[in-house]
């Protein structure tokens, strides 16, 4: 199965972006968790961080790095999952995935899913410059 990342792409500082992730409908139909995460520059694909996720209940999560600059939201319709960010900062810059699994909640999915088991995408690029 796979994801579709899009939105990506290189910002100022204090810029916005807002990313969108292609689902499959049979998994938006499924239980399961959805989420972003990211990878730094440098960083191993294990240390994925997790950024926001959102449950099938409908029940949001954030890292501390995104709360009340990112927000997570899902259009069931249209099977898309999107990441709205704002205020922008060069420690954002990274590697963006999303990801789906059969994890129960949103708070779990922020440090459960595994880039080894679900579903992933292949990534969209965010830079932000200073």
């Known amino acids: 199965v796979q994801l579709m990342e899009s939105g990506g792409g290189s910002v100022e500082a204090g810029g916005s972006l807002r990313l969108s992730c292609a689902v499959p409908?049979?998994?938006?139909?499924?239980?399961?968790?959805m989420a972003w995460f990211r990878q730094a520059p440098g960083k191993a694909r294990e240390e994925r961080e997790g950024?926001?996720?959102?449950?099938?209940?409908?029940?949001?999560a954030y890292a501390d790095s995104g709360k009340g600059r990112f927000t997570i939201s899902q259009d069931n319709g249209k099977k898309i999952l999107y990441l709205e960010m704002n205020n922008l900062e060069p420690e954002d810059t990274a590697m963006y995935f999303c990801?789906?699994?059969?994890?129960?909640?949103?708070?779990?999915?922020?440090?459960?899913?595994?880039?080894?088991?679900?579903?992933w995408g292949q990534g969209t690029q965010v830079t932000v410059s200073s």
């Open positions: 950024v926001a996720a959102v449950d099938s209940e409908g029940n949001t």
């Open positions: 990801a789906v699994d059969f994890v129960e909640s949103a708070t779990q999915a922020l440090t459960a899913m595994d880039p080894d088991f679900g579903y």
């Open positions: 409908g049979y998994i938006m139909k499924m239980r399961h968790s």
